[in-house]
């Protein structure tokens, strides 16, 4: 089996929300960053007013986004780390 590097789920995750977690094989995880990333979007886009910028109107979905990309890293990296220690005794 091959084992996933952590830059390469982080830049997964960077390019798309949710997918980082799938490329680590959490994908029920994945899915519900991603549908959480654009629910959170949607609710702060329809409560802000049109002379908020692009960034605050999209700040809920924004939010997730980046704790999806933090927490698909240190998954992979903990993982990572897991499986040297493992392969290594």
Same mark, same amino acid.
């Given at each position: 089996? $091959?084992? #996933? /590097?952590?830059?390469?789920?982080?830049?997964?995750? +960077?390019? %798309?929300?949710?997918?980082?977690?799938? &490329?680590?094989? $959490?994908? #029920? /995880?994945?899915?519900?960053?991603?549908?959480?990333? +654009?629910? %959170?979007?949607?609710?702060?886009?329809? &409560?802000?007013?049109?002379?908020?910028?692009?960034?605050?109107?999209?700040?809920g979905g924004l939010?997730?986004?980046?704790?999806?990309?933090?927490?698909?890293?240190?998954?992979?990296?903990?993982?990572?780390?897991?499986?040297n220690v493992v392969?290594?005794?």
């Amino acid at each position: 089996m $091959m084992r #996933v /590097r952590p830059w390469m789920v982080l830049l997964v995750a +960077v390019v %798309l929300p949710g997918a980082g977690h799938v &490329l680590a094989r $959490m994908p #029920v /995880r994945g899915l519900v960053f991603a549908f959480y990333t +654009v629910l %959170l979007g949607v609710v702060t886009w329809n &409560l802000t007013t049109p002379e908020i910028s692009l960034v605050g109107r999209l700040a809920g979905g924004l939010f997730v986004y980046a704790i999806s990309v933090f927490d698909a890293y240190t998954w992979a990296s903990r993982r990572f780390v897991r499986s040297n220690v493992v392969s290594q005794q």
